[in-house]
Every structure is written in C-alpha cells, then in structure tokens.
C-alpha cells in the first residue's frame, strides 16, 4: 500500500438509503414470518437504524500512518465497551456478524459464540459488574449471554428496536429504544420496566454513563441527565440537535463532551451550557479521550478528528467512525469502531514541558527582582511510523523531536539512535544528511553543534527496512515462534573536544564519555510458513550536550512494533512494566 496516498471513495447518499430500506424491508418480512419471539411494530419495515453501514463501494481504502487496521475489515463496527475492572477485556457490536470479544486491549479478536442470537442487526454491547454482556438490537430486542449463546430477554420491553445498552457499577441495566424511552432491568436482564419519566423526548440515541455515577441519555431533540440511575431524567440541553455519543472528563466532574447531528460541543458546568467545538460541523457520531487527556471525534464520513491548538485536525483515520475508546492500563490507546472494521491508534508520551525557576535577588535598595534561572535541558521522543505490527520489507521510520529547555543556547549537541535488530538502515533515509547525520556500527548520529531556542523544536529521523534472514545452512527448529532479547555493545562516542587555533594555549578540559544504554532487538519466526509479524524494538533515543563547562545527557522512551503477543515479554526484559 502506498502509505503517501490517501484515496476516500464516498457513497451516494440517496442510494446508500435506498438499499438500507431494501434491507430493511428483507428484516420486515422475516419479522413477519415469526423468525422473532416478538412483531415488529406497526408499519412492519421498522425504523430506520441510527447508524447505518455505507456500502461496499463506500468502503475507504487508505494508509494510516498513526492508525492500524486490526480486525474486521469491510464490516461495521458500531460500538466498543471496555469489561468492567479489566483494562484489556473488550466487547464490539458488528453489524451483521455478531459480538467479537478482545482480551489483548484491542489489537486481536475473536467472534463470541452465536447460537440464540437470532437477530443480527447488532447496534450496541454493554457489560455489567458482574460480567454478563448483553447484546441490544434493531428489531430483536436485548439478548444476554449465557456462556455458549444468547438468550433473549425482552420481558416488560414494549419496544424491541434497541439505540443503546448500558450498565451502571451497581448492575442495573438500562435499554434505550427507538421511540418509547428508556427501559431499567435490576435483575440481569429478567425483567424489564419503563423508566422515562423526565425524558422531554423518547427518541433514543445513547446512554452514557460516568464513573461518579451520572447518567446521559441522547435523544433525536437534546441531551438528558439523570443522578438517580436513570430512574427519572431533567433535560441537558443542546434542544434541536441529534446526541449521539458523549465523553466525561476523569479528572473534571464538570466537563462533558457531546457528539451530535451539527458537530462537537463541550459543557464545563455539568451539562447546564454548551459551547459548539469547530468548525467542522457535519454529523459526529463519537467523542472519547486517549490517556493524555487530548480529545478526539468520529465523523460520518469524514474520518476521525483530533482538538489540538483550538481547532480539529483531521487524522489519517477515513471512512466513518462510528465509536472510539481509550482502553490499557497507563496512557493506553484509542480503539475506534468504523464502517470498515477496528482501528487502534497507540497514545504518544507527552513532550515535557519547559518549567523556569524564579530567584528572588536583593539589591543595593533591599528592593527584590526577579531573576529567571532555569537549568539547562534538551527534551527528546522518540517516535515510529507505522505504529502497529510489521512483517518482512515493511518500512519503519524513526523520528527523534527535540526541543531545548530554559531558554539558552547547548553546545556540542549530538544525538544517536541505534538500528533496531530485525532491520537494516535505507540508504539515503538519514536526515538531516552529512555532515550532520551519519552512520557507523548500527548507530545513527547527528552533531546538530551549537542549538538555542530558536533552533527547537526540531527533528531527526532515518527509515529502516524489516528483514529478518537465518543463518546459511541453519536447520529450521520446530518449535512454536518465541521472543528473546539480544544486546547489542554500541560505540563510545570520543566526547573529547577538538581545540581550535584560538584554543591551544588554553588547556582543554577531560570529559568522561559515558556509553549509552544498548539497544534491544527481538525475533521472531514461524517455521513450516511464511514469516508472520516480527518483533522489532528500538531503545530509545540518546543525546548528550555541554553546558557552562559540564557534560549532560538524556534518554527518550523506547519503541515497539509486533505482533501483541511479544508485547509483554520484551516490555518486562527491557526493564518497563507489562501492559
């Protein structure tokens, strides 16, 4: 795939709705031929869903350069719940197929069993404290999982076209309808009663539910709150507009965020005002946070959005996003749900911020002044494209960012990277180029001299290709692939300055150069077949400066790519914490 072209193909919109009523017309008649327990309501072709998967034709065929395509591609992904108290434990609504389950936090899954799950117009999956999941529906009411299948449980429910499931932390379960409101079970499912008391319109969306135990319900006219337990609900604003998704703030009870029909719109005062995020402002059919607390939004049609700088910036992410989670332990990463199949896009490590000290000076007069007396400091990342798995001939490529701390000019600045195993360096790739960017025994260096502040922030990057060979004459093992780590020595760097003509008469001072950590490598292989995803780990960057007479250096975080079941492994030999 060439990953510097981005091709969208958009459907027609009046036939993409011509064919969805062609469907759902084929649903009505098997409704009317008793394949359900239950008859569709009057008019017998039932609603139109709230999110309808494009066609075929409609399906984006694009690079993500940021975002990986993990599973299901061509179908719909039309919600994503995380299990309650596992991190990694994931469900998804896929419309047609069924429920898929992942338990690797997004990045492998696996279809659930099916039998009972007679109606597969899946719109929306929940899971209770408890660990039961319940399925919600468009014609087949809410099925409940029964460890080998599905079981119906539609008793009480006056309306089996289902927007929205949900299960709060004391197991009561709440279904949103398409027309008569919300419907509370406290008892698994077993029975259903009506709960809509306060809703000023019966049009269900979504519901949402925070960790402090508040409950948003969208409806097709504006957003409603409930602290009861959805036991009665106040109106929420946003009246005239279609909620379809919204996201709380974890460190701000406050703050809400609210996808809708005409864009993106935020609330710092618990949903009692609104103010409109954008533009764009097209229908949003999503709204979540990755684990740094930066916002992100899926558009019907348009891709994902990122709020950065006051403004949304378009992902690489296309096609329509229908659902998008932040799921992991620590910073995690984003999951989205689209018409065509789950993306993940892994969360960055925040760049640290400058910070200043101020020292308060007495004068001649006693009067103080303040003084800035920041230390020195050159913050690095060190990041990769493409962020997901890679197999033989992929292209990675690494980017080291920098920027200089506390306002002053570092001398002498170098930074190196080192060639992951697995890999070997593309000719050309280094930049910049010599005679700043060079290479010798799998280290990339760059001697950027003299840097300030007006020189930051600023990047160096080199590509690598992915080639894993064995050794001539080497007899294949037999056993199952395994992850091992492998240290490589690297290079001391001469840190001994060079004098000048001006320089000779003064003595020059010894500095002890210190080797940088070795970086890891990883590989991987499966004997009897063609090679699958390869391990490939880089250490991290390194880079070191003079300042005021005194060498100084600093580490950036290390990088991953591969399948996910290394993951864990090479995390714990490389010194971090497991996922």
Request: hydrophobic share 40%; aromatic share 8%.
């Amino acid at each position: 795939m060439n990953q510097n072209r981005l091709l969208r193909f958009e459907s027609n919109a009046a036939a993409r709705h011509l064919r969805g009523r062609c469907v759902l017309t084929l649903l009505g008649l098997a409704l009317a031929l008793g394949m359900l327990l239950y008859a569709t309501p009057a008019g017998a072709v039932g609603p139109t869903p709230p999110k309808e998967a494009p066609d075929s034709a409609a399906l984006s065929v694009y690079p993500a350069a940021d975002w990986s395509q993990v599973a299901l591609a061509g179908q719909a992904a039309y919600w994503i719940v995380n299990a309650p108290g596992s991190s990694s434990v994931l469900y998804a609504a896929i419309g047609g197929a069924g429920i898929y389950t992942s338990a690797d936090g997004g990045q492998s899954w696996a279809l659930m069993p099916g039998a009972g799950l007679t109606n597969l117009v899946l719109q929306t999956v929940t899971v209770c404290p408890s660990g039961a999941v319940f399925a919600g529906t468009w014609g087949g009411g809410v099925y409940r999982f029964e460890g080998s299948g599905w079981a119906q449980v539609n008793g009480g429910l006056s309306q089996l076209f289902i927007a929205s499931v949900a299960c709060d932390s004391a197991g009561t379960l709440l279904a949103g309808t398409y027309d008569q409101g919300v419907f509370r079970s406290s008892n698994n499912g077993g029975n259903w009663t009506s709960s809509s008391s306060g809703l000023g319109d019966q049009r269900m969306l979504v519901l949402r539910i925070a960790d402090i135990g508040l409950m948003m319900a969208g409806t097709r006219n504006g957003a409603f709150l409930s602290l009861s337990g959805g036991a009665d609900w106040v109106t929420a604003g946003l009246s005239g507009q279609a909620v379809y998704d919204f996201a709380f703030d974890p460190n701000d009870a406050q703050r809400i965020w609210a996808a809708t029909g005409t864009g993106v719109f935020e609330s710092t005062d618990r949903a009692a005002s609104w103010t409109r995020l954008g533009p764009p402002n097209g229908v949003f059919y999503t709204v979540g946070l990755d684990g740094n607390g930066e916002l992100y939004a899926g558009a019907q049609g348009t891709g994902a959005y990122h709020w950065t700088g006051s403004q949304w910036v378009s992902e690489t992410l296309a096609g329509s996003v229908y659902c998008m989670r932040n799921v992991g332990s620590g910073i995690g990463r984003l999951v989205a749900g689209t018409a065509n199949g789950i993306w993940t896009r892994e969360t960055e490590l925040p760049m640290p911020t400058p910070t200043m000290t101020v020292t308060p000076t007495p004068t001649l007069t006693a009067t103080p002044t303040a003084t800035a007396t920041p230390a020195p400091g050159l913050a690095i990342r060190l990041v990769n494209t493409p962020r997901g798995p890679v197999v033989v001939d992929d292209v990675i490529t690494y980017t080291v960012r920098y920027q200089v701390i506390g306002g002053m000019v570092l001398d002498n600045v170098t930074i190196t990277n080192a060639v992951p195993l697995n890999t070997e360096l593309i000719t050309g790739s280094i930049q910049p180029p010599d005679p700043i960017g060079s290479y010798s025994g799998d280290i990339v260096r760059w001697d950027l001299g003299s840097i300030g502040p007006a020189d930051s922030p600023g990047a160096v990057s080199y590509s690598v290709r992915v080639v894993v060979a064995l050794p001539a004459g080497t007899t294949p093992p037999t056993l199952t692939p395994t992850a091992t780590r492998t240290e490589t020595d690297v290079p001391t760097p001469d840190l001994t300055p060079t004098p000048t003509a001006t320089e000779a008469l003064t003595p020059t001072p010894t500095l002890t150069p210190e080797t940088p950590p070795a970086p890891l490598g990883v590989r991987s292989v499966r004997i009897g077949a063609v090679l699958e995803n390869v391990a490939v780990m880089n250490g991290g960057a390194w880079a070191y400066w003079d300042y005021a007479g005194t060498r100084h250096e600093t580490r950036s975080n290390a990088v991953v790519q591969g399948a996910l079941n290394y993951l864990p492994m090479i995390l714990l030999r490389a010194g971090l914490s497991a996922p």
